[in-house]
């Protein structure tokens, strides 16, 4: 073989080895270590999640309105800021046509493995108001992290979250609304 083959042989060889040393740091969660929101989820039913959220809107996702970093030394995390247009509230608690919400990680590729936000997606969202003291310590807004929080809305009014499976919309808000009664 000759020398340039060599050359095309040893490249490929090294970015496949550091694709293999990169995937098994990833997976073990060493880079996860420093973020500064735990991604674990408390197991809660759907009546569970409609009664702790402050709001619970239907919308379509906006743009992108920015993205930040924080690092203190001890935690770096990212911030994303994304718009969503409000179809209908169905908590009676929130009044504008518009919401900012706050993910983790830039909103679009990163709040956790199963969620991310798409600009023109149709979502249903249970959301909490959180401050700066909340344990994330990021900024005060509508937190958007955890997988039960998101319901995929398709073009026949089904909505579907990977944790909760699948629902005709109709059907899921008569379950948030009975949950909520007497709140």
Request: overall charge negative.
């Amino acid at each position: 073989m000759g020398t340039r083959a060599n050359i095309i042989i040893a490249g490929v060889s090294i970015s496949v080895a550091a694709y293999l040393i990169l995937s098994f740091f990833t997976s073990t969660g060493i880079f996860e270590k420093r973020m500064g929101v735990t991604h674990a989820e408390i197991d809660m039913s759907i009546e569970e999640i409609a009664r702790w959220a402050d709001i619970i809107v239907i919308g379509t996702v906006g743009d992108r309105i920015g993205v930040k970093s924080h690092d203190d030394g001890k935690i770096y995390r990212v911030v994303g800021e994304l718009a969503l247009n409000i179809e209908q509230e169905l908590t009676g608690n929130y009044n504008d046509k518009v919401i900012v919400l706050k993910t983790v990680g830039d909103g679009e590729k990163v709040i956790n493995m199963n969620v991310s936000l798409k600009k023109g997606e149709r979502v249903l969202l249970f959301l909490n108001y959180v401050t700066t003291d909340h344990p994330w310590k990021g900024e005060e807004g509508y937190l958007v992290c955890c997988t039960q929080q998101k319901f995929s809305i398709d073009e026949n009014n089904i909505a579907y979250n990977p944790k909760y499976g699948s629902y005709k919309l109709d059907e899921l808000i008569e379950i948030i609304k009975k949950a909520r009664e007497g709140l």
